[in-house]
């Protein structure tokens, strides 16, 4: 993204506004991801032993990833919660509410006791601050694609939608990479012991930073517009009512990216080092380096987005999609964590090339009266479908049936997402712009 193209479309005062806009979109989807992934990681690694009981270690990983799957389903109740703010009282005071309760719910998860010191309190305690970590995450994607794509001048929509979707590999190498770092410098009886916790309480830095960004920002132009207008009474009721079809289509077109997603890092991790006996810290130094082929795909797709059409790159994608699905089984059990984390490498490529337009696709698909509340729930009701019970349900189709089956789930989802965008037509660029 050069900046001349910004200052020239509207002058130096433009250019600051939007690059301010661009950066709490990237920090504060930053500081989401990295706490929904630092509990992915988590659950691939400890929370099995330390927060369920000792029936066996297969057993307690399925309930480390259930644990996991919970936020997917707390995430449409806090966009459909999250949505109906955003969409009456505006984008920003509705993005500071949900990285305040995300934030919250990931510090205190810091300071859970185990099972070991309090018995069956303690998965029920973590489930309950896993749902609250979900809650606020469902408003807060929706939120800050808004705050970039709104703010985007003429012909930039998918560029600026970049910015909160590279939010996702900053958070992921955070996240993975201070996992690294403390299982490199310390015991593995220290690590489970409480070296885990620290990258849970760090988040409290995070969030602070993400709010002092935020609370410097004014509203978006269409946020301020609806203030002036009369707002749906109740968004969701009227998303619902006029536009059930894009709200369909919106979420089956999200499946493939969440489905890649967490099967190339949660699932990929826990099985990699489990089943296959790679080494954890190695696997996470490829994992690492293979998720930056996924910020490499989001910025590829977000420049060919606004050249051609979102729609376009993610049909693209979403092919590719199901040949890295068909691909998973040969590479990913070939026995070498060099093919591994090649496999990776597509994986995560193609992961950046279906989630770097859903920023600049799906507001296309809803009206700015309800359109924070259709994209919030189209991406987290697709979260669910695609990657919500991803990794529990990829352990037991390896289980069961092997790698390959866990690659035909890939390659299936990235049919749906593929039926899905042949389905609508987003609006044009002029289309966006008057009701934006």
Not at 123 to 148: D, H, K, M, T, V
Not at 357 to 362: C, K
Not at 413 to 432: D, H, Q
């Amino acid at each position: 993204m050069t900046a001349g193209g910004v200052v020239a479309e509207g002058g130096l005062g433009a250019y600051r506004r939007h690059a301010r806009v661009l950066v709490a979109s990237l920090v504060g989807t930053a500081v989401e991801f990295y706490d929904f992934y630092i509990y992915a990681t988590a659950a691939a690694l400890v929370f099995g032993p330390l927060f369920f009981p000792a029936e066996s270690a297969s057993v307690q990983q399925l309930a480390a990833y259930a644990s996991f799957g919970i936020a997917f389903v707390a995430r449409p109740l806090g966009a459909a919660l999250f949505g109906h703010f955003g969409d009456r009282i505006g984008r920003k005071s509705t993005l500071v509410a949900s990285l305040l309760l995300m934030g919250g719910a990931t510090v205190l998860i810091g300071v859970l006791p185990t099972y070991q010191n309090v018995g069956w309190y303690a998965p029920l305690l973590l489930c309950l601050l896993r749902f609250g970590q979900g809650l606020g995450l469902g408003g807060e994607w929706g939120g800050a694609a808004l705050l970039a794509v709104e703010n985007a001048p003429p012909g930039w929509r998918a560029r600026f939608g970049m910015a909160p979707q590279l939010g996702a590999p900053v958070g992921f190498l955070a996240a993975n990479g201070l996992f690294l770092i403390l299982s490199s410098v310390m015991s593995e009886a220290d690590f489970l012991a409480w070296g885990w916790r620290l990258p849970f309480l760090l988040s409290s830095v995070l969030v602070g930073l993400g709010l002092w960004i935020r609370f410097r920002l004014a509203d978006t132009p269409a946020a301020v517009a609806i203030e002036h207008d009369r707002p749906a009474a109740i968004p969701f009721v009227e998303l619902l009512r006029t536009h059930l079809r894009a709200t369909v289509a919106g979420t089956f077109a999200v499946v493939v990216c969440f489905a890649i997603y967490y099967l190339t890092t949660a699932f990929a991790l826990g099985y990699g080092t489990t089943e296959l006996g790679y080494d954890k810290r190695d696997f996470l130094s490829v994992q690492l380096f293979a998720i930056l082929f996924m910020a490499i795909g989001i910025v590829v797709a977000g420049y060919a987005a606004d050249r051609w059409t979102s729609r376009a790159v993610l049909i693209v994608g979403s092919v590719i999609a199901i040949a890295i699905g068909l691909a998973m089984g040969p590479m990913f059990g070939a026995g070498s964590l060099g093919v591994v984390g090649l496999f990776l490498c597509l994986g995560l490529f193609t992961m950046g090339l279906v989630y770097g337009p859903l920023a600049s696709l799906l507001p296309q698909l809803f009206p700015a009266p309800v359109r924070y509340t259709g994209v919030s729930i189209a991406f987290n009701v697709g979260g669910i479908l695609g990657g919500g019970f991803a990794p529990g349900v990829a352990q037991t189709l390896a289980d069961k049936g092997g790698l390959a089956f866990v690659g035909l789930y890939i390659s299936g989802a990235a049919m749906l997402t593929l039926i899905a965008l042949l389905s609508v037509s987003p609006k044009t660029e002029r289309e966006f712009q008057v009701q934006a």
